[in-house]
């Protein structure tokens, strides 16, 4: 008997499991492959434009997958850096063998963390509520709470041309069972497309054709806890090369051979990542397209071939790759592909990841319609949590959509549901400005101190830099430039200005050309880089904060404006019919969380809010 | 919201045909309780009847019947309109018998909130038909129907496509930084995207000055000392025009003694009994309400003695009023010249004389000159036209404001985005297409009864 029993050990389950057993509980992780436990399927990168920013918050919240990723990346680069503070976000190339590797040897030496190699084929279920699993060899597994983190496995079928082989992902078993159980149990599945492009042999790819793309020069980590502990100098690089016309038509004239264009695949491919033919046929007058070619590992010889994922024949596909500038001679290790799986309609399930039909049943990653590795951690860690908290009787913790891009993803996965594998985007983010990747701890850490999920030393460090960020701030409003010679000629050196006598350091930091470097050249601030970002972000951007922080404020009334659980929409006269279906699919907690589900528009809205008001005084 | 109002849609005086409103679930069923015609329960959608209303058997009136079936009526739901024959008793015992029958009295506004709730017009057409209700003027109301035809709806729309096209670009630039190919939103395209709107928006602001004037009308107060003909002056312009009323409350929160219409825009004279009744006009100017009375004015008429030598205090009076908002009338000039007119060249003014009426006609071509008041009318009409509008227009052009300050200083784009999102919010609660809690509540208070 296990406290909580994870299926599935992709990047939602390694983090559920993880952060279960860390809470105390006795947790099991079932794999249908031990080796494959923390495996890169798709691309050999983490992180990216926003996804680099859940990394942190994962790891902010006691998570695995920025430690891992610190310590087994080829290369890494901290993404949008010349831009603004809130939109930079770190992304590396992890090698597809050490990551794993690592991520195994943490899992095993968490205490309380059982791992086990079986296939889950079904759940035991009794009053609506989950009590465990069943695997493929019929054994039951009895627990108080079951996360399904099943990632693509789930009816899995990969598709290259017109041929269709029922498999997970790299020809991994896949389960047929599971989704027909769920669907028996009265869950609604949809169906899902993602693909992954060609992997190229290194020794066949002439790289000096390409353009190639450098790590970062700056150290950087995604823990919050790790200093940099690699050598900036000795990288991998990745490389740019270019689609061109004979690429182009190519794929024109083998369309119809496309298990897409060909009508041979039913699910919902993304559109943030669209399949090479998708690209040609859309933006048709797009005379070329950018690709990546990014190197997998240093154990072996295969490079990942970004942009380029295709449904096309394998003949099709070596004459496509072959065209491109540089892969002339290529040798294709592996053939992209398609692959379509069962996943639950995310609007079954509730904030905290429990399901709302199956009690204690938690589902992360993308079982719940989303896509890649960081979304599946940011959910995977909630789901743990939660699970864990509903076991120890406690409130669920529900991230706000101004606490956390978690927060974001899992508000708009429960209330507009989704028909096509979900991504984070910054965009998806009205509050991005206070979501920084710099942040993350500063956000998260003290729930995850009251959780139980960070230690204490963590959280004494994060109380220092709390206190150290207010001396600071406290210490440039409060001491003033005094103009002198040496002053004037550092300014003229620099180009700048000369401010007037008496200016605050604070108000002279305001300004656009001065940063807190420039300002650690004229006065002496004995802080750490981090203190410093911090304080010169608030600093230059408390126009822009403050009003982040009054929209806050404003959503917070309407988050507050709670929808009884037992409305009944049926009653509400005057909705428009699409919203009634709606809200009574989502059942949205609050007002505001109604507001945001698509279908129910503003009218809607008055007419629940005049409906509430009414039955609410009368009661 | 689900029960069945009533109102009396037309105005309820003695005339040929009055019409009773009915909606809601049960219009159809109600109205037939008391009609004659018992085709009425089943009749298609869109048909008029003919027969009697009765109350049991004594016959009120005989009177046609629109039907108009759910959804494809003014409220979205079951509409019935009884067109009555006229005459304010008549129309009122249909009105009581169709109360008696399970009709509750429709609120002010409600027809149109029904309309707005369920889905069938925008806030802003909402807005306007309220607008067309009230208007005063021909003008006023054809700018309410240019608005109901969402006109204004439309200009807005497009400006919103426009800034959102321009995020979108944006937001992909900071999702997909590596993408070269995609267009970079730089400073220097900032700068053109941002010149581009300002201009949009500030046309919809003038045009909203304008779409004001054209609803409340000017504002005219008239000032001078003590006995230079102010209220001759007054008196002629009303008299003249056969004023339209007295005493009615205006727009602002002044007593308007009299207004006029002056090609087809009113004239709503503020009583400036504050600044008329005291003998030293200039020592009343510190008196707040005088103040007030020429800061809230559109239009100050400023009257002088032709025969008299401009007073000191007279020329502080002048020096403290808008320029731009200034007609200085110089009254008496059937007698001798003294007053020096070379200190009012910079000045709009006027000569004339209240005895022989001579030159009160180029005051009026003066006043329509000033305001463009030939131009506004025939401009196409889409304007915004009340406080909540004029209010959020103002905020969006202040968040552009602020995304040119943020430019300036050289901020990243993905921070001056900020403001221009907002102000893309703002566009969109104008326009109704985003969602604020109290804004519902708000609108349709100061709606009217009836439609």
């Not at chain 1, 002053?487 to 180009?495: D, G, Q, R, S």
């Not at chain 1, 403050?546 to 929209?551: G, L, Q, S, T």
């Not at chain 1, 959503?555 to 009884?564: A, C, R, V």
């Not at chain 2, 008196?287 to 020429?294: D, E, G, H, P, Y």
Request: proline share 3%; aromatic share 6%.
């Amino acid at each position: 008997m296990y406290d909580i029993i994870v299926v599935g050990g992709g990047h939602a389950g390694i983090e559920a499991s993880h952060i279960a057993a860390v809470l105390g509980n006795k947790t099991l992780l079932i794999s249908s492959n031990l080796n494959n436990i923390g495996d890169m399927p798709c691309n050999p990168s983490i992180g990216g434009t926003a996804k680099g920013i859940i990394v942190r918050e994962v790891d902010a919240l006691g998570g695995l997958m920025g430690k891992i990723a610190d310590v087994s990346h080829l290369q890494i680069k901290m993404l949008n850096n010349s831009k603004g503070p809130a939109v930079r976000s770190l992304r590396c190339q992890a090698d597809k063998i050490t990551y794993p590797k690592k991520m195994q040897e943490a899992l095993k030496n968490t205490e309380n963390l059982t791992i086990k190699e079986a296939m889950v084929e079904d759940l035991i279920v009794e009053n609506n509520m989950v009590k465990g699993v069943i695997t493929k060899l019929g054994e039951k597994i009895m627990a108080k709470a079951v996360i399904l983190t099943t990632g693509t496995y789930l009816k899995g079928n990969i598709l290259v041309g017109s041929t269709n082989t029922p498999s997970g992902p790299h020809g991994e078993k896949r389960c047929d069972n599971l989704s027909d159980c769920l669907k028996d149990y009265g869950l609604k599945i949809i169906r899902l497309k993602t693909g992954t492009p060609q992997r190229i042999k290194a020794s066949s790819i002439d790289f000096t054709k390409m353009q190639e793309e450098k790590g970062d020069l700056t150290p950087w980590t995604f823990s919050l806890d790790n200093k940099p502990s690699y050598d900036v100098h000795n990288q991998h690089s990745c490389y740019l090369l270019y689609t061109n016309e004979v690429t182009h038509q190519i794929i024109r004239d083998n369309l119809e051979k496309s298990a897409m264009y060909g009508g041979y695949a039913t699910g919902i491919g993304p559109r943030y990542c669209p399949s090479i033919e998708d690209k040609i046929v859309r933006f048709s007058d797009k005379p070329r397209h950018q690709l990546f070619l990014e190197p997998e590992s240093l154990y072996y010889d295969e490079w990942y071939l970004q942009g380029f994922s295709t449904s096309m024949p394998v003949d099709v596909q070596e004459k496509m790759v072959h065209s491109l500038k540089g892969l002339e001679k290529a040798i294709i290790t592996k053939y992209a592909y398609a692959i379509e799986y069962d996943a639950i309609d995310p609007l079954q399930i509730k904030p905290s990841l429990e399901n709302k039909i199956l009690a204690n049943l938690y589902t992360a990653g993308q079982i719940n319609g989303t896509s890649g590795y960081e979304e599946a951690a940011g959910q995977g860690i909630m789901a743990g949590i939660n699970a864990s908290l509903k076991l120890a009787g406690k409130d669920e913790f529900i991230l706000k959509r101004s606490d956390a891009y978690i927060g974001v993803l899992i508000d708009d996965l429960v209330t507009k549901g989704t028909i096509e594998p979900y991504r984070m985007l910054t965009s998806r983010a009205e509050f991005r400005l206070l979501l920084r990747h710099d942040n993350a701890d500063l956000r998260l850490r003290e729930y995850a101190y009251k959780i139980g999920t960070i230690t204490k030393e963590q959280y004494n460090n994060l109380l220092i830099k709390k206190e150290q960020i207010k001396q600071l701030e406290e210490y440039l409003k409060n001491n003033y430039l005094k103009i002198n010679d040496n002053l004037k000629e550092i300014f003229k050196e620099n180009n700048l200005d000369l401010p007037k006598n008496n200016m605050s350091y604070y108000d002279l930091l305001k300004r656009p050309e001065i940063s807190i470097n420039f300002l650690s050249t004229i006065i002496n601030i004995d802080y750490s880089n981090e203190v410093k970002e911090q304080v010169e972000i608030m600093t230059k951007y408390a126009g822009y904060i403050n009003k982040a922080y009054k929209e806050v404020e404003k959503l917070k009334k309407l988050e507050e404006k709670e929808i009884p659980e037992d409305i009944d929409y049926n009653k509400v006269n005057n909705l428009a019919s699409e919203a009634k279906q709606k809200l009574i699919k989502v059942k949205p907690k609050t007002i505001a969380q109604a507001s945001r589900i698509s279908g129910v528009n503003p009218a809607d809205i008055s007419v629940l809010t005049v409906y509430l008001k009414k039955e609410y005084n009368r009661r | 919201m689900d029960d069945t109002i009533v109102a009396i849609a037309t105005a309820l005086t003695a005339q040929a045909i009055s019409i009773i409103r009915v909606s809601g679930s049960e219009a159809i069923f109600n109205v037939a309780k008391i009609f004659t015609n018992k085709n009425l329960l089943n009749t298609p959608s869109h048909t008029i009847l003919y027969g009697h209303i009765k109350d049991n058997d004594e016959v009120i009136d005989e009177v046609l019947v629109n039907v108009m079936r759910s959804p494809k009526t003014y409220t979205k739901e079951d509409t019935v309109e009884i067109n009555c024959h006229g005459g304010i008793k008549t129309t009122q015992k249909v009105l009581e018998l169709l109360l008696k029958n399970g009709c509750r009295m429709a609120e002010a506004g409600e027809f149109t909130k029904r309309a707005f709730l369920n889905g069938r017009i925008s806030l802003l057409e909402a807005e306007a038909v309220n607008d067309l209700i009230n208007a005063k003027t021909d003008a006023a109301r054809s700018l309410a129907i240019n608005n109901v035809d969402g006109l204004l709806t439309k200009k807005i729309r497009n400006l919103r496509d426009k800034m959102a096209k321009i995020l979108a670009n944006i937001e992909v630039n900071i999702d997909y930084p590596e993408y070269e190919d995609e267009v970079e939103v730089t400073h220097e395209l900032m700068e053109d995207y941002l010149k581009d709107i300002t201009i949009n928006l500030k046309n919809i602001v003038n045009g909203s000055q304008n779409g004001r004037i054209i609803k409340n009308g000017l504002n005219v107060a008239i000032v001078g000392s003590p006995n230079v003909g102010k209220s001759s002056i007054l008196n002629y312009l009303l008299d003249e025009e056969k004023a339209i009323v007295t005493d009615i409350p205006g727009t602002t929160r002044d007593i308007v003694e009299g207004s006029i219409t002056l090609n087809g825009i009113m004239l709503n004279f503020i009583d400036t009994a504050g600044i008329r009744e005291t003998n030293d006009i200039v020592e009343q100017i510190g008196v707040n309400k005088s103040k007030k009375i020429l800061k809230e004015a559109d239009l100050i008429l400023l009257v002088l003695n032709y025969n008299e030598l401009i007073k000191e205090e007279e020329k502080e009076l002048i020096k403290s009023i808008d320029k731009n908002k200034l007609i200085i009338v110089i009254n008496k000039n059937d007698l001798e010249l003294k007053i020096n007119l070379d200190e009012l060249k910079d000045y709009d003014y006027v000569l004339g004389n209240t005895i022989d009426l001579d030159g009160l006609d180029k005051l009026k071509e003066k006043i329509i000159d000033k305001y463009n008041l030939g131009d506004i009318i025939y401009n196409d009409m889409a304007y915004l036209t009340n406080v909540r509008q004029i209010d959020l227009i103002n905020k969006a052009l202040e968040e552009i404001n602020n995304a040119n300050k943020a430019y300036l200083e050289n901020m990243p784009i993905d921070i001056i985005e900020i403001n221009i999102k907002e102000a893309w919010n703002i566009l969109g609660e104008l326009i109704g297409d985003a969602y604020t809690d109290e804004l519902v509540d708000n609108i349709f208070s100061n709606f009217c009864l009836g439609k």
